[in-house]
């Protein structure tokens, strides 16, 4: 369930609000989703909540930032 609400919170403002194309937008959200869904796997004694969105934004900005 994690996967896909991640795949769309970054898939639907990333075509929404920016001017990356469709493809791009949607691979990005999937390698997002994916990592961020290990990482939360991997996070113990509620860290997740922690992590998740540090690591959400780090990850999002440096993938924006080489496109």
Known sequence: AFVV???????APLMAWSRVGAPEALMTAATLALLLALLEAAAQSGL???LIPIAGYGLLRGVLWTM
């Not at 609400?5 to 898939?11: E, M, P, R, Y």
């Open 5 to 11: 609400v991640a795949f769309v919170s970054v898939c």
């Open 48 to 50: 997740d909540n922690l």
